[in-house]
């Protein structure tokens, strides 16, 4: 097997019990303690995430944006620099090679995040389909570090470290020091909750996350694993590549619609997903929660809930929700037999049985409280 | 850890006390602390017949679906209802109230398949 790849946080993190799994080639913590312990951690206090893991690819150049523009689904030009901003990176098919987040530092210089799992087919298929313009394309993963500060008390944590930060709105970014480590800052995640993603150099890593595991102290913070990290995503509807996308679905099926700018002059897959929308979608991203004792997983079938060979769809992603109390589940259903509407009734087959369920209105959980910007 | 020395343990993480015709079984600690928070337990019907080393149900965390083997043979006495409400009763007290099922023992029922305390615990010592 091939040696897996260590964050600089792995020595940290073990040290505080956790427990490691193999993801895209690194070992992870999956948790620390108990996976609802720790959702429960963001969703009531605070929780500190290690995803040095993920992507970090740098487009610089006079043509950054322009280059970037044709390579992903959403509309650069809509937003201003130091925005940040979700898009899909399409195959000429007009499916997902992956998502991903989009930093417009500038005409000239442009951050692409993207999933570690994916990083081999995102950098061929940038290499394939960079546009032929004065743009560099640079992978800096392997050197720069993430870590996720997610949850009510984020902002008040940072705080204490740096009082820089709390002005920063919703999808925006900016750099500065955090105890003493040269950062980029942006006021997002992947949970639902307020927070912010870190990206520092690996030589910073341990120091800032040390620093924000001190400063949490108080507030509740809370190491937080893949797994956590997972059920917090699913509750807020995000979607997880490998899940609810893939190179066999697209952006406007699994209902990504907003994050596809059909109106900006030109992209890859564009003519694809036109024509798509045009036909009409026979499949599409639907949420559910399970009215019977059962939990879904990725995988399952959804059937007629009377029927298991009326095959209605497949289960993306599901799980006991920590915060609904219920067993949520994502799933694609087929438009025509179906329909999308909540209440809907269907089945989930598991194990060889069917289980009653019913479409429902996403996400499964909204933030209840505003953003603290002051 | 303390492993229970009243028990029998199997290769995959059940434990068993037999008393008389009766054997009642659950997980052990190394299988609840593996699976993490334990959210859902499937088990067989009062009155099925279970084999040893068959599956004979489903034990679910947050994030993983793992199979549930029969320790030894008999047909199922009774299940512990209350881990439908409460199947954290597994992670809480797993030699304790959160107990699985109870097996009438099979006329051909053995334990001689069994682990005790002291065998389990190096076959544990021998997965690390």
Redesign the interface.
């Known amino acids: 097997m091939e040696e897996l790849l260590k964050t600089p946080l792995n020595d940290a993190i073990k040290r505080r019990g956790a427990?490691m799994v193999a993801y895209a080639g690194y070992e992870m913590p999956?948790?620390f303690g108990?996976?609802?312990e720790e959702h429960q951690a963001v969703r009531l206090a605070a929780g500190l995430f290690d995803v040095s893991h993920m992507t970090e690819f740098w487009l610089e150049g006079p043509d950054a944006l322009k280059a970037a523009n044709y390579l992903v689904s959403n509309d650069l030009n809509a937003v201003v620099d130091g925005d940040m901003q979700y898009s899909v990176m399409c195959t000429a098919e007009g499916t997902a090679v992956d998502d991903l987040m989009v930093y417009r530092y500038g005409a000239d210089k442009i951050l692409l995040v993207m999933n570690a799992a994916c990083k081999a087919q995102d950098i061929a298929h940038i290499q394939a389909n960079l546009p032929k313009l004065d743009v560099r394309f640079t992978d800096r993963s392997l050197e720069t570090a993430q870590l996720a500060l997610q949850g009510p008390k984020a902002v008040s944590i940072l705080e204490k470290l740096t009082g820089a930060f709390v002005s920063l709105p919703t999808m925006k970014f900016t750099e500065g020091d955090i105890a003493g480590v040269p950062s980029l800052v942006s006021r997002s995640g992947y949970t639902g909750e307020d927070g912010y993603e870190i990206y520092c150099d690996n030589a910073g890593a341990l120091a800032l996350f040390e620093a924000l595991m001190s400063a949490g102290k108080a507030e509740g913070l809370s190491p937080v694993g893949l797994?956590a990290r997972?059920?917090l995503r699913l509750e807020s509807k995000m979607p997880l590549y490998g899940n609810e996308l893939s190179m066999s679905i697209t952006p406007l099926e699994a209902r990504l619609g907003w994050a596809v700018a059909l109106d900006k002059p030109d992209f890859l897959g564009k003519a694809a997903l036109l024509a798509q929308k045009e036909a009409g979608l026979t499949r599409r991203l639907v949420g559910f929660e399970m009215t019977e004792?059962?939990?879904p997983?990725h995988g399952y079938p959804v059937v007629a809930p009377d029927d298991a060979s009326v095959v209605w769809g497949e289960v993306t992603s599901g799980?006991?929700s920590?915060t609904t109390g219920k067993n949520i589940g994502l799933a694609y259903i087929d438009v025509a037999k179906v329909g999308t509407k909540p209440g809907t009734q269907i089945g989930i087959e598991i194990?060889g049985k069917i289980k009653s369920a019913k479409i429902v209105k996403t996400p499964f959980y909204k933030r209840p409280y505003p953003v603290r910007t002051k | 850890m303390k492993l229970p020395d009243n028990l029998k343990y199997t290769k995959s993480h059940e434990w068993v006390l037999i008393e008389g015709e009766t054997a009642t079984m659950g997980i052990t600690q190394f299988a609840v602390e593996q699976l993490g928070d334990i959210t859902l337990v499937e088990c067989p019907q009062v009155g099925d017949s279970v084999k040893a080393n068959d599956t004979m149900g489903t034990i679910e965390s947050v994030k993983a679906v793992s199979d549930l083997y029969c320790p030894i043979d008999g047909t199922v006495l009774s299940v512990n209802e209350a881990l439908e409400d409460e199947p954290e009763k597994v992670n809480d007290d797993c030699y304790g109230d959160g107990w699985i099922a109870k097996i009438t023992l099979g006329d051909d029922a053995t334990d001689e398949d069994l682990m005790d305390a002291t065998a389990y615990e190096e076959y544990l010592d021998s997965l690390d």
Do not use: L, Y
Request: aromatic letters at 0%.
């Open positions: 427990k999956v948790r108990s996976i609802v797994g997972d059920t004792k059962a939990i997983r799980c006991p920590p194990r």
